[in-house]
């Protein structure tokens, strides 16, 4: 079973009614697409439309979470991505163009640290104002946010995930590798909200690591009216040392939440979504549990991921890509471009965690991209 009930549903408190119509009114009124996408039949092997797009728009960080990009590993000497490597916007608007004739509708910019791209307001532009996407988004890790956000703001951005896995100091600076203090990052988060951007909140949790700060976090958050999403620990890549010991279950975090402040599971907002939701009884908001690892979804998977050096990967956990910018550099027609996407989307069979367990039984290492480079 997907949802982890505990409950039946109570009135939504006013205010969460409140915001969540201002937000929708808020989020209504600035998008103003030119044009939308004729809805498409494009299929994959197991019928899962394509509808989201993941954009990383750097492989550089300016964090180095152990569970991401260990500093062992991407330290001085590592080989980043060049700027020529990088698409440019002209490439990213051909690019994303075949994505929305394909029916994509959703756009999220990540990395890597996508606000290490000076340039990232003119993609938001591109994708709001020329490519007319409805939702636009980003996830960050919020160092720089308190500078950036009033630019994103302008340029059209319809909402953005923050990444905060502690609030304690010391903790915060061992999971973000470098000993960067969080009060920063949340004062970034305070700038986004303060401009009317939806946030979110993103926390990985590991146990032994955060996983006694839960209820901190909740508290911290829900006073602040922001939608908190805990995320399990996942073995993304080939070089964070996950084990399945390190996991703390959604089950577990849901009952931990439920014994301080009574929740209950709230359905999905829309076919796909990631996060397993879940309102306070007393009517402070909702939280978000994305457990891949104990309770996978690839079924509903409608998301392609875009390399910042402009390859697409059909899933977060595949070993190669296929190389779209090369095709646009050598001249591919928009037509045969879209043909060329849909074709690698029809032959799509990716389904990883649904076999994790499976594969990890035959104890057979398998290569996996990096998800700072094809974008988390
Ligand atoms: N740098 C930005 C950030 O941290 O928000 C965007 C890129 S990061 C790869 C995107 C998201 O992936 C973050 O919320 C991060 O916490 C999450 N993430 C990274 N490694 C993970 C892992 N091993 N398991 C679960 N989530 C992970
Ligand atoms: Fe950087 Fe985000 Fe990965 Fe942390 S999770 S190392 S902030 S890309
Ligand atoms: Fe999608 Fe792959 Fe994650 Fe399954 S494992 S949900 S197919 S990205």
């Known amino acids: 079973m997907r949802r982890l009930g505990v409950g039946a549903r109570p009135a939504l408190g006013k205010r969460f009614l409140l915001r969540k119509v201002a937000h929708w009114l808020c989020h209504r009124a600035r998008t103003v697409p030119q044009w939308r996408t004729m809805p498409s039949d494009l299929r994959d092997q197991f019928s899962r439309p394509l509808r989201d797009l993941r954009i990383s728009v750097t ?163 829900r006073e602040r009216g922001h939608v908190l999403r805990f995320i399990e620990f996942m073995d993304v890549g080939n070089t964070n040392h996950w084990t399945s010991e390190q996991v703390m279950p959604a089950l577990a975090i849901v009952a931990r939440i439920h014994q301080q402040w009574p929740i209950e599971a709230v359905g999905p907002a829309y076919r796909g979504e990631v996060a397993s939701r879940y309102r306070y009884r007393d009517g402070k908001g909702e939280i978000g549990i994305i457990s891949s690892v104990t309770e996978p979804f690839c079924k509903d998977c409608h998301r392609a991921r875009l390399s910042a050096d402009g390859k697409i990967f059909t899933c977060l956990f595949a070993a190669e890509g296929h190389d779209l910018l090369d095709q646009v550099r050598g001249g591919m027609g928009d037509d045969a471009l879209t043909e060329y996407i849909g074709n690698i989307w029809r032959g799509r069979g990716d389904r990883y965690s649904d076999e994790r367990a499976e594969l990890l039984a035959k104890k057979e290492p398998r290569a996996k991209v990096e998800m700072s480079y094809i974008g988390g």
């Open 59 to 221: 492989d550089r960080c300016n964090f180095r979470c152990p569970y991401c990009m260990p500093k062992e590993v991407f330290g001085a000497d590592h080989a980043f991505l060049a700027n020529p490597q990088l698409v440019s916007l002209p490439e990213l608007s051909r690019i994303v163009r075949a994505f929305r004739n394909l029916g994509v509708e959703k756009v999220r910019l990540t990395g890597g640290e996508p606000l290490l791209r000076p340039d990232l307001p003119d993609f938001v532009r591109l994708l709001k104002t020329e490519l007319g996407l409805p939702d636009v988004a980003l996830t960050t890790n919020g160092w720089l946010l308190e500078k950036h956000a009033p630019a994103l703001r302008a340029a059209g951005l319809d909402r953005i995930n923050v990444s905060v896995d502690s609030l304690d100091a010391t903790k915060a600076g061992i999971m973000n590798g470098l000993g960067f203090s969080v009060s920063r990052v949340l004062r970034g988060i305070d700038a986004a909200a303060a401009l009317g951007l939806p946030v979110k909140i993103n926390c990985v949790v590991q146990r032994g690591v955060n996983d006694d700060e839960l209820l901190e976090l909740c508290g911290y958050f």
